[in-house]
């Protein structure tokens, strides 16, 4: 249920595998708001194929951000038919697409925006890709390699293609070099809030359910 001091526009910054799609989609979920996983989204556009699929396939095929220019317009559309408010997982990822954001809120929005940044260290992630699937219908994640059927939907769970090693090494380092900057305008902004990301989801939930009330309080 929405509520008017609960925050409405939320992104989860965070490196690969850091649980930005399990916290991203739970908090969405228990605060009544859309829910966009721009990966997923780009996961889907690959498996239906076409035009918009060989645009973007090169570079998911090689673990390289999707450039601003394909990116921004497919991000403009979902906007545009949620406009009361969401969480977003893997937008922005970069400096251009956080202010890119901004230009797209009104004021109000765009002061209580909360970027949630989850901090996990990269040995664990590496551990977490090499184990994690994927529901291919809904793309809820789940830890264990042998879960074969989606708890969500049903669906088929699959390794993701781009959770191999050597992709995410270089999806690691885009991380670095493309996404810690968006962290630093959000945190130069007042509105970043940095958490532990190596406890148990439930943990990281609880953590930051209550950090999201501090800051509405303060
Ligand atoms: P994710 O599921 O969030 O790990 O995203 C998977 C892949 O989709 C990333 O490694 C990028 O290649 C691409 N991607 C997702 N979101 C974005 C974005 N905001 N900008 C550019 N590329 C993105």
């Known amino acids: 249920m929405k509520n008017a001091r609960q925050p409405s526009h939320l992104v989860f ?4 595998a850091s649980g930005k799609g399990t916290q991203g989609r739970r908090l969405a979920d228990e605060l009544g708001l859309a829910y966009l996983s721009t990966g ?3 996961r889907e556009i690959l498996r239906e194929g076409g035009e918009a699929a060989s645009q973007v396939k090169p570079y998911l095929d090689r673990g390289h951000y999707v450039p601003d220019e394909i990116m921004l ?3 403009r559309a979902w ?10 997982d ?3 990822r970069t400096l251009a697409q956080a202010e890119e954001l901004d230009a797209l809120l009104d004021p109000v929005e765009r002061r209580s925006l909360r970027a949630v940044c989850l901090e996990v260290p990269e040995a664990e992630l590496r551990k977490r890709v090499a184990s994690r699937v994927e529901c291919l219908d809904c793309h809820w994640t789940a830890g264990d390699s042998e879960i074969e059927t989606c708890a969500k939907c049903g669906g088929r769970m699959a390794p993701r293609a781009d959770d ?8 690691y380092e885009e991380f670095r070099t493309q996404a810690l900057p968006a962290i630093k305008f959000y945190q130069e902004s007042g509105r970043a809030l940095t958490l532990d990301g190596l406890s148990a989801p439930d943990q990281v939930y609880q953590d930051l359910r209550s950090a999201l009330d501090k800051m509405t309080d303060s």
């Open 40 to 42: 997923g989204f780009l």
């Open 90 to 92: 893997g937008f922005p």
């Open 73 to 75: 317009p497919l991000v």
């Open 13 to 16: 910054l965070g490196p690969p």
């Open 164 to 171: 191999d090693l050597e992709k995410f090494a270089r999806r």
């Open 79 to 88: 906007m545009s038919r949620h406009a009361d408010g969401w969480v977003l």
